[in-house]
C-alpha cells in the first residue's frame, strides 16, 4: 500500500492526450516537489518531471507536469506508442522523514 | 559522458550480509545527493535510503533502518550500502540514483535475491 495513490493503469489513442495522477497528503505532496518518471521494462527509471512541472533538457514538451494541493498530475500529449510504459511519481514525506514513490501507472496506447 | 554502475549483488541466504558499491563518473559527485532505490520482481519502484553530499545527513525507509547503512567516499566518487540481516523481502533489483539540480542519474542496477 503506497503513500501515494495513482491509478493501476490508463489507456488511450494515438495522439489523444493522457492524465496521470497522485494522490498523497500535507506531509509529502502537499509540502514538497514531486517528480515523474518513465520507465520500461527492465531498464533503470528516466526523470520526466521534477519540481512540479520542469522538464530535464532532452524531455519533449509532451511531457507536462502540474501540482494542486495534495495532488499532482502527469499530462501527456500526442501519444505515442513508445510511450508506453510505468509511470511513477515520487516526493519526500516530511513526517516519514523518507522518500515515497506512487505505485506507478502502466500506460497503454491503444 | 556520465556513467552510474552498480556492482556487489548476489544470491544470499536470510540473515546474511552485502554490501552494495555505486561507481560514479563524468559528474561532480560531491555536489550530488545519492539514493538507493530498489524494485522487486514484477513490483513497482521503492525508495530505500539517501544521503547527503557531504554525508552529514541519511535517511531510510522504516523497513531498512537498523539492518542498512548508506554511505559515501567523495574522494573514491563512490556511494555504498551495506546490508545486514536481510531477509527474503529485501530481494530486488536496487538501483543507485545521483541528483543535482534538475539532473538525474541512474545505473543499471544489481540483483540483491535473498533465498534459502
Known sequence: ?110 | EVQVVESGGGLVQPGGSLRLSCAASGLTFNNCKMTWVRQAPGKGLEWVANIKQDGSEKNYVDSVKGRFTISRDNAKNSLYLQMNSLRVEDTAVYYCRAKSSGVDYWGQGTLVTVSS
Do not use: M
Open chain 1, 1 to 110: 500500500q503506497s503513500v501515494l495513490a495513482q491509478p493501476p493503469s490508463v489507456s488511450a489513442a494515438p495522439g489523444q492526450k493522457v492524465t496521470i495522477s497522485c494522490s498523497g497528503s500535507s506531509s509529502n505532496i502537499g509540502n514538497n516537489f514531486v517528480s515523474w518518471y518513465q520507465q520500461f521494462p527492465e531498464t533503470a527509471p528516466k526523470l520526466l518531471i521534477y519540481e512540479n512541472n520542469k522538464r530535464p533538457s532532452g524531455i519533449p514538451d509532451r511531457f507536462s507536469g502540474s501540482k494542486s494541493g495534495t495532488s499532482a498530475t502527469l499530462d501527456i500529449t500526442g501519444l505515442q506508442t513508445g510511450d508506453e510504459a510505468d509511470y511513477y511519481c515520487l516526493t519526500w514525506d516530511s513526517s516519514l522523514r523518507a522518500g515515497v514513490f506512487g505505485g506507478g501507472t502502466k500506460l497503454t496506447v491503444l
